[in-house]
């Protein structure tokens, strides 16, 4: 099959990544699954993970799944598919590089399942390679914000108040808007949308119980490959212009942006505070920008090869959440988010990724998504605060940032 972004749409559980390198990943079905309740667990998940090659799994079999922004118990039932956390060995595993398709079959024996139950299931994973559900794209029948623009904003001006009054440098907040179709938005359809209008990004998508959590991150959380590590600091942002010579003159604004520099700071500081005393760290000494289809980023790659045997996971969940989507100092500001942000963000802002089971893998920041749930797509957008931003600026930059997947899902068509 020349097409991986289709067959999910025929399953009730999987997973599809696909790099910004171009590199595909498919998984279809459960052959194994981890819910974690909390960050303790999700920490202790290497045991398991090292527990699968002794029982004779190939090492590069690769888990897949993520985490919630925050394990604080949710105020509804929009994230109920999802637990804090879940790590999923599928069923069948499909590889496309440019090298090439590989792909993997994994059956763990059930006793309490027949086996008539077992090839019933996995002929239905095949199915959905073979036939795969193909649609127009829906009708888009409206669309909400939650908050409300105006709540939204002021909520920002709450935020920056917070922010001078000295206990807090840095804010996140998110909103959420929600698009309602004529019948369930094809998930193909939007992973396809979204690899063209976001090819420098990572494409991610999450099925857990029908429901699915999907989006086009730029912001890799964290990387390991033999004991050397990659990561980015991603915080500042401003709109493409409209003509080559807008865009050169906004590059040169955010450049220039004293508060996008603070804030970009703040978050190279963390990052490079959590992971000096694991690694040798090196990075260039200025902010680079990263173009997006819609915005402009500051950004600074950041790697170094690990001197401690820490782990993806252990030094993803110190890092997680990161300034650039929570705020600082972490523990106060998440504490004013759970008070006063008044939205559930599920994994949005979480992380999500796959890993080897020799622990080599990338975890990515979950931006840019979106909760699918039968009719109603659910996305997300967030904006970090600074004690001089402007509300109404924020507000226009959370809308820059739903772009990616308002344009992925047609309703701006």
């Known amino acids: 099959m020349s097409d991986l972004t289709t067959p999910l749409d025929a399953v009730k559980d999987g997973w599809y990544i696909r790099t910004n390198g171009g590199d595909e990943f498919l998984g279809l079905g459960i052959a194994k699954q981890w819910k974690l309740p909390n960050v303790s667990a999700l920490r202790s998940f290497d045991r398991e993970r090292l527990n699968l090659i002794e029982m004779g799994l190939r090492p590069n079999t690769l888990i897949a799944g993520g985490w919630s922004f925050s394990s604080s118990p949710s105020p509804d039932h929009l994230w109920d598919a999802f637990s804090f956390s879940h790590w999923t060995v599928p069923a069948l595993f499909i590889r496309k590089t440019a090298n090439g398709y590989s792909a993997q079959l994994t059956l763990f024996i059930d006793r309490h399942q027949s086996l008539n139950e077992i090839l019933d299931y996995y002929a239905g994973i095949f199915d959905s390679v073979m036939h795969p559900v193909s649609t127009c794209s829906p009708k888009v029948l409206g669309s909400q914000s939650y908050p409300s623009a105006q709540e ?127 690694a040798n760290l090196t990075m260039p000494k200025r902010p680079q920008v990263l173009t997006l289809s819609n915005v402009h980023h500051l950004w600074t790659p950041i790697e170094g090869q690990l001197r401690e045997n820490a782990s993806l996971l252990s030094l993803a969940t110190l890092l997680h959440p990161t300034p650039a989507v929570g705020g600082e100092p972490r523990e106060a500001a998440i504490e004013w988010l759970q008070k006063y942000e008044g939205l559930n963000r599920g994994w949005y802002a979480g992380g999500v990724g796959f890993m080897d089971l020799q622990g080599n893998g990338s975890i990515w920041v979950a931006l840019r998504s979106a909760l699918i749930r039968d009719r109603t797509a659910h996305c997300y957008a967030g904006c970090g605060i600074m004690q001089d931003s402007i509300a109404e600026r924020e507000l226009a930059e959370s809308e820059w940032k739903l772009q990616a997947m308002l344009n992925a899902l047609g309703v701006n068509d």
């Open 152 to 278: 939204w904003t002021k909520r920002v001006d709450d935020a920056i108040s917070a922010l001078r009054s000295g206990h807090l440098s840095k804010l996140v907040l998110a909103r959420r808007v929600d698009a309602t179709f004529a019948t369930s938005p094809n998930l193909g359809n939007i992973l396809k949308r979204l690899q063209h209008h976001n090819p420098s990004t990572t494409i991610f998508a999450i099925k857990s119980q029908g429901h699915t959590f999907l989006g086009a991150t730029p912001e890799r959380l964290i990387a390991v490959h033999n004991h050397h590590l990659r990561t980015m600091a991603l915080a500042g942002t401003m709109p493409r212009g409209k003509t080559a010579e807008d865009d050169r003159a906004q590059i040169t604004d955010l450049l220039s942006s004293e508060k996008d520099q603070r804030e970009h700071a703040t978050v190279v500081k963390r990052i490079t505070d959590t992971l000096s005393p694991y």
